[in-house]
């Protein structure tokens, strides 16, 4: 078959599957600070394959929740992995969602990708441990997590001293959207 009928057949595979030549995540090695998919690299799964990329910039200051909702549930988990599960509960179980951390999250679309979460706890953890291998940096103030506790408060991290603290979710905190790969 000449070249011309075989880039023909690919093209019109892709065209009827509905989408272009797929760029394989097994083949690729990955790295900590590396640009992809809309963001930085942050985290990298035990397999090399999958991981965290959080966004390259901040969204703004905004509380984590409104006076209307008293307690969340489901979006007690702290550990990587449930920060996408904590936003889809907590942005289920408010009344309100505009102008809160979760709802920025869960509604950014940068660079094609509209999968953006606010991240549990322990991934907030993980990304600031690595912040210095992201490109653009971090505020040194506290930033909201995904991650509630107790009736009343939300886990937040300083970006300076890495300490994690409860705070009041009206609290008005840096918001920095992550994604999974």
């Not at 070249?3 to 097994?26: A, N």
């Not at 963001?39 to 209307?68: C, K, M, Q, W």
């Not at 441990?129 to 930033?143: A, Q």
Request: with cysteine.
């Amino acid at each position: 078959m000449n070249s011309f009928l075989k880039t023909l057949l690919i093209l019109s595979l892709c065209e009827l599957f509905g989408f272009g030549i797929i760029e394989s995540t097994e083949a690729q090695s990955f790295f900590i600070g590396q640009e992809y998919q809309g963001g930085f690299i942050f985290y990298i799964d035990s397999t090399g394959h999958h991981g965290l990329i959080v966004a390259p910039f901040e969204l703004g200051y905004f509380p984590l929740l409104y006076r209307t909702e008293w307690r969340v549930e489901g979006a007690s988990g702290l550990d990587i992995g449930t920060g996408f599960r904590n936003t889809v509960n907590i942005l289920e179980y408010c009344k309100f969602d505009g102008e809160t951390a979760p709802y920025y999250c869960a509604t950014l679309i940068y660079k094609g990708y509209k999968d953006w979460f606010l991240p549990s706890i322990d991934e907030l953890d993980q990304l600031y441990r690595e912040k210095e291998s992201i490109t653009g940096g971090f505020k040194e103030g506290y930033y909201w997590s995904s991650s509630v506790a107790a009736r009343f408060y939300g886990w937040a991290e300083s970006f300076y001293s890495g300490d994690t603290r409860l705070v009041h979710p009206y609290a008005r905190l840096n918001v920095r959207p992550i994604r999974a790969f």
